[in-house]
């Protein structure tokens, strides 16, 4: 336990240096893209600058939305906590998929028989659920499965895969599947740490799964992986299940899947 609450406080604080930076460099970032657009505006008789100029504010943009990833989980201000139904979350987050994910992977999603209500931001649930979802469709070139599903269940108390640990009580679980290339114990151990990435320049950030355990960690809830090389990968983000009136009962512990956690 103790090495894991070392690696939380080492992540904590690398996310904060990087937070820190990001939020410098968008300030630089604005700079660079403002005089850009003037230049380009110059530019006009001249179409050879005015390529040139096209590239650098490109590579501008991109380098403003990786910053401003790296900013969704350090800066609290824009972040609005509300009831969300997860379900609703699932439902949303597949017809955004529907449309980008590509005909060679199947899209499932099983919503939970009632609404399943936490307190957290819309859109970083959003986030949290695409950037799974993304490196889903990443480890599937070939094609297979990708399952979105949303359930109850409950805890005990001492889990050791979650991070960070959480006490005992129910929870909502929102599961992210896929039948992937999966990955090898040294490779899932890192995967949470900003800046890890095994995806080649320029594919991959290593921020996502540092934004998604930033969101969690911050929403009060936790998250853990199983991953077989050759088989697939399963995300799970645990969150506390919002005091709502009329809310669904939660199964007791025997009536929870069999599957360890
Ligand atoms: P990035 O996607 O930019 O590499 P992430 O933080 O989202 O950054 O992921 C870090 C690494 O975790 C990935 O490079 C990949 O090696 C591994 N990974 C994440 N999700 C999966 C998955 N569903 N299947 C296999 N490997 C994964």
Known sequence: ???????????????????????????ILAIIVNYTDFAIEESASNPGVRDD????????????????????FTRGDTVQPQDVDLNAAIAEVRAMLERTIGEHIA???????????????????????????INARDAMPDGGSLVLEAGTVHLDGDEVSLQPPLPAGAYARLQVSD???????????????????????????GLGLSTVYGIIAEAGGAVNVYSEPGVGT????????????????????????????
């Open 234 to 261: 399963t995300f799970r983000i645990y969150l506390p299940l919002a005091e709502v009136a009329g809310a669904a009962p939660v199964p007791a512990r025997p009536a929870a899947p069999p599957d360890g956690d």
């Open 53 to 72: 100029l096209t590239h650098v504010r490109t590579a501008a943009d991109r380098a403003m939305s990786l910053t401003r990833q790296l900013l969704t």
């Open 179 to 205: 039948t992937g290339e999966g990955m090898p114990p040294s490779v899932a151990k890192r995967i949470f740490e900003p800046f890890f990435t095994t995806k080649p320049r320029g594919r991959g950030t």
């Open 1 to 27: 336990l103790t090495e894991r609450t070392h690696q939380a406080q080492r992540m904590e604080s690398l996310g904060k240096l990087a937070g820190g930076i990001a939020h410098d460099f968008n300030n």
């Open 107 to 133: 899209l499932v999603a099983r919503p939970a028989p009632a609404p399943l209500i936490v307190h957290a931001d819309p859109g970083q649930l959003q986030q949290v659920l695409l950037n799974l979802a």
